[in-house]
């Protein structure tokens, strides 16, 4: 597509379910990334892919947070059990791998984001 | 580990005033510098961005040029806008990595 498209952009859950975000990234961009902004601060890293491999999860704060690209395109991001803490805007963000200048190989471009919040 | 100091906002600004958002880095090597803004009601998008010391990024009448001896990537505009109202962001990325390490972000306020 055009953009970076999460879905969905508004979610509130109960505390304990799980849920799943989405991410489909620009057409033909190898690299995905999830990170995680809470009010008032920057986002901060949560894992990434090259493709359908997972390079670094990292960021993952917990083992309640995972994520998977299977066909090397759209990704989810699932949280299990959800807690309160959990609340925060999740951004996914796509990167091509080669070109110079502000869409070039080291440019990430992020999506709207998702806002999650847990009562 | 990698950080980014930002200034606090908010910034309040009148409209043609002279713009500066101090960023400072800490990282290791030579990280490329960028500079990212979020309007409200949306997403990050890229406003600029610089690879090498002594680069300067220059887009919308924005300009920062990356200082290694300073480690200092210090936003710029010679006179703001209404429109130019958001949250900005300086971000870092280690040499040979794409990740991101953002800073907590400056809010802008710019009024007529």
């Known amino acids: 597509g055009a953009g970076v498209s999460q879905s969905p952009r508004y979610k509130v859950t109960k505390r304990g379910q799980d849920v799943a975000l989405r991410c489909d990234p620009i057409?033909?961009?190898?690299?995905l990334y999830w990170y995680r902004q809470a009010l008032g601060q920057g986002p901060e890293f949560l894992t990434y892919?090259?493709?359908?491999?997972?390079?670094?999860k990292s960021g993952l704060p917990n083992d309640r947070f995972s994520a998977e690209r299977p066909e090397g395109s759209i990704s989810t991001l699932t949280i299990q059990r959800t807690e309160q803490r959990d609340s925060a805007m999740y951004r996914c963000?796509?990167?091509?791998?080669?070109?110079?200048?502000?869409?070039?190989?080291?440019?990430?471009?992020f999506g709207a984001g998702s806002r999650l919040t847990v009562l | 580990g990698d950080s980014v100091t930002q200034m606090e906002g908010p910034v309040t600004l009148s409209e043609e005033a002279f713009l500066t958002i101090n960023c400072t880095y800490t990282?290791?090597?030579?990280?490329?510098l960028f500079w990212y803004v979020q309007y409200p009601g949306e997403g990050l998008q890229l406003l600029l961005k610089?690879?090498?010391?002594?680069d300067k990024g220059s887009n919308k009448g924005f300009e920062a040029t990356y200082r290694k001896e300073t480690t200092s990537f210090h936003l710029e505009k010679g006179s703001v806008q209404v429109s130019d109202s958001a949250v900005y962001f300086c971000?870092?990325?280690?040499?040979?990595?794409?990740?991101?390490?953002f800073g907590k972000g400056t809010m802008l306020l710019v009024s007529p």
């Open positions: 892919f090259n493709y359908e491999a997972q390079q670094d």
């Open positions: 610089a690879t090498k010391a002594d």
């Open positions: 057409s033909g961009h190898v690299s």
């Open positions: 971000a870092l990325s280690p040499s040979g990595y794409s990740t991101l390490t």
């Open positions: 963000a796509s990167r091509q791998n080669s070109g110079t200048g502000l869409s070039g190989a080291n440019v990430l471009t």
């Open positions: 990282a290791t090597g030579y990280p490329s």
